[in-house]
């Protein structure tokens, strides 16, 4: 039996990449220091996995492995191909829209981004036209192959498959499936390069064979692999995220030499697909979750593989769900989380640990391992009858909530004409989405005051300090609705996460979301409940500087979980609604303190949408019904904001309208405004304000961008129904490009103001 991993974190137990990236961002650090960077860390992983039969190489990346596979195989935009630099400085260019050393007048836009299948990690998405070539350029992955080598790790390259390349791909009135005819050539090649190097497996990765597929794109499948099964190199085609489903037979009957299956969300098509395994075929169980970080069932699960492995012997290998990227790299570095809650979990070594005592249970016998199983059974028995976890309280307040929770008192009609008459904003208002820039200052204050080197009030006095910059600002330059800037909070999840019961927090549990932004999920283990104010006071004193309405700002329930590792001893729409009982309670304390708007964002709703359509009802009505339960026990004066970005709406529009907010804000800007053809068609009914620019890229837009962007969106909605903002919070950006660009975005609404006759 062979053990192997899909993918390790490519971020260093310490965020060394995110420090390494930043530092050659800045232009502090040269190109030749980024690079030994990377090859430090590569090193680095493969010696954690070096227990391993097969390691991934090719999992590493300086931005994301989809940009990657577009630069391996030439399809670089041509904005950021024709600007100067060198290869890298073109590779960031399409990830960021500039890159160190840029000059204002060669600025180009970023690629899109939007997210992974219904992961959190982020990817820049391809892009095609009429007159998209490839070209394949595998120096790259072919150095990191023989890095591998000469450490002494047998390397199984991952390369994501040219289907699911062309499948996650952009094209405008052109059909991409065309392409797969000129791709397959070039993956052709890159597989004969690497059998010529010695490799003996390489990994494929078509995680699209886990969603619904029409013909067309099963054909393409098939087409694929009839090219590629064919040459001297092996194949194993992973599939993650899912059950293979209806594409069972198709992935059964391709010419790959092992197939990969994710037998933790797909565990219930295993024993289907090893009694119809073919004989040319090896099969793959990913039996360790790669999602979550809670210990695996170790015993439970060797007597659900001790058959299988009977039958299958040597055929049968034994990995991770899927890669590794979407847990922290190491548990035995957090000195913070007690040892009762670090005894339950597994972060990517442990995970591997895990994979490494199954394998010699069933290729030696348990008793090898019985201390290692002994140890695993009492901490999942000692998790199941924590006091910790279980609190009658929460569970007898949610057997109270019934459809009136989520119920507005009154229509949407009658709360626009309270909020006219309470708040009375101009035609086209001005705000942002909420946070602004994390400075040096604010994250001094933050870290002086968890290492107890200053108290509660020199803390709380120089946030306020901070919040009151920031409302000064936003006074000066003329926004309508203001925010107070969040400069109190660390993450928009983690901030709530640590104030609320039957949350942990770990100290190095960095995931990467995308490029160089990390970040630290909640680790919510147990039910959950709000013992006190969260936001109330902060809120209060940034309305008590400014007669403008400053907006409370929240994270919703289905953000929180999707963005939380969640506890799996209970159903997540369960978990959720407890979430949604605390945040409910903020909301109305911030309603009695005065507060006239509050934000609840929601930015991973459709993250969470599952990737089978015949699933998607069943999740919207409880994550809606989470949202209503937050947002709806407050009057018809108060406005109720929500915040969504790098969503397809189309798929949720209808889900997105029950939500009954006032107002929603999107991220709207790199797809150029087509994002609000969904609303558009299906003639949203409350107020938008599509996000118009980038805060993602260092680019400032200019007036007339801002301006151009909300003409097209007027074109799709009322312009009495619009609002302008950018595409996200300000948390990333600096304070000159932050000042530049809302001094923009202010008198774009002038401009249209004045436009209106207003």
């Not at 600025?107 to 820049?124: C, L, R």
Request: net charge negative; with cysteine.
């Amino acid at each position: 039996m062979k053990t192997h991993n899909l993918g390790f974190p490519r971020i260093g137990d310490n965020r060394e990449l995110k420090r390494a990236l930043e530092s050659y961002w800045r232009g502090e650090a040269s190109q030749t220091e980024l690079l030994k960077t990377g090859a430090r860390l590569r090193e680095k992983n493969w010696g954690y996995q070096k227990a391993l039969n097969y390691v991934p190489v090719g999992d590493f990346s300086f931005y994301d492995q989809v940009l990657d596979t577009s630069s391996m195989l030439g399809n670089i935009p041509a904005r950021a191909r024709e600007t100067g630099g060198t290869p890298l400085d073109r590779y960031f260019r399409t990830a960021r829209g500039q890159s160190a050393g840029d000059e204002k007048e060669n600025q180009i836009s970023a690629g899109e981004m939007t997210k992974w299948f219904d992961t959190n990690y982020h990817y820049i998405v391809p892009e095609f036209d009429s007159t998209t070539t490839f070209r394949l350029d595998a120096q790259s992955l072919l150095d990191q192959v023989q890095e591998a080598q000469t450490a002494g790790v047998r390397p199984k390259p991952v390369i994501l498959g040219p289907v699911t390349y062309l499948f996650l791909g952009k094209a405008e009135n052109f059909d991409k499936k065309t392409l797969l005819k000129n791709l397959l050539p070039e993956y052709v090649r890159l597989l004969n390069l690497l059998a010529a190097q010695d490799v003996e497996w390489v990994q494929i990765d078509e995680p699209l064979l886990v969603m619904d597929l029409d013909n067309d794109w099963k054909h393409m499948v098939d087409q694929a692999y009839q090219a590629l099964g064919s040459g001297s190199v092996k194949i194993m085609l992973a599939t993650y995220f899912g059950s293979l489903e209806g594409n069972l037979g198709l992935a059964l009957s391709l010419p790959v030499h092992a197939l990969h299956v994710d037998a933790v969300r797909g565990k219930d098509q295993v024993p289907n697909l090893v009694e119809r395994l073919p004989e040319h075929m090896e099969l793959s169980l990913g039996v360790i979750d790669g999602r979550n970080i809670w210990k695996t069932d170790l015993n439970a699960l060797l007597d659900q593989l001790t058959p299988i492995h009977k039958q299958l012997g040597d055929k049968l290998w034994l990995a991770p769900s899927c890669s590794l990227l979407h847990v922290p790299v190491d548990l035995k570095i957090e000195a913070k989380l007690d040892s009762e809650l670090l005894s339950w979990m597994a972060f990517a070594r442990q995970k591997l640990v895990e994979l490494d005592i199954l394998a010699n249970a069933l290729t030696q016998g348990r008793e090898i391992v019985a201390t290692q199983l002994e140890q695993n059974a009492t901490a999942l028995k000692n998790r199941k009858e924590s006091p910790r976890i279980h609190n009658p309280e929460v569970q007898a307040r949610l057997a109270r909530v019934d459809d009136s929770w989520g119920e507005r008192k009154q229509p949407y009609p009658e709360r626009i004409k309270r909020h006219k008459e309470k708040i009375n904003l101009p035609l086209y208002p001005t705000t942002t989405i909420g946070s602004f820039p994390q400075t040096k200052e604010i994250r001094s204050l933050r870290l002086k005051f968890k290492k107890r080197e200053i108290g509660l009030n020199d803390y709380t006095a120089g946030i306020r300090d901070q919040m009151k910059t920031t409302i000064q600002f936003q006074e000066e330059i003329g926004l309508d609705v203001l925010v107070h800037g969040e400069a109190e909070r660390n993450d928009m999840v983690e901030y709530f996460g640590e104030q609320l019961d039957g949350f942990a927090f770990s100290q190095y549990g960095w995931v990467q979301s995308y490029g160089s932004r990390c970040v630290k999920p909640p680790i919510l283990f147990g039910d959950v409940s709000r013992p006190r104010p969260m936001t109330v006071s902060w809120i209060v004193y940034a309305q008590s500087l400014t007669d403008k309405p400053v907006k409370g700002m929240l994270t919703g329930p289905v953000t929180i979980l999707n963005w939380s590792f969640v506890r799996d001893d209970q159903s997540r729409a369960d978990t959720c609604r407890q979430v949604a009982l605390a945040i409910r309670d903020e909301v109305l304390d911030l309603e009695k303190a005065g507060v006239s708007i509050i934000q609840i964002d929601e930015a991973a709703l459709r993250e969470g949408l599952p990737l089978r359509k015949n699933q998607w009802d069943e999740y919207l009505n409880w994550a809606v019904g989470a949202f209503r339960i937050t947002a709806n026990g407050v009057n018809a004066g108060t406005q109720i904001h929500t915040h969504m970005c790098y969503s397809e709406f189309n798929d949720i529009i209808d889900a997105i309208t029950r939500m009954d907010t006032d107002v929603i804000t999107i991220e709207a800007s790199r797809s150029n405004m087509e994002i609000l053809n969904a609303f558009d068609e299906t003639a949203y009914p409350n107020e938008i304000g599509p996000g118009v620019y980038d805060i993602h890229s260092p680019n400032v837009p200019t007036v007339d961008f801002i301006v151009d962007n909300m003409k097209e969106a007027a074109r799709r909605i009322p312009k009495e129904r619009l609002w302008i903002n950018p595409d996200c919070g300000l948390k990333t950006r600096a304070w000159p490009e932050t000042k530049a660009a809302l001094k923009n975005l202010v008198e774009a609404a002038r401009v249209l103001r004045t436009a209106a006759n207003i």
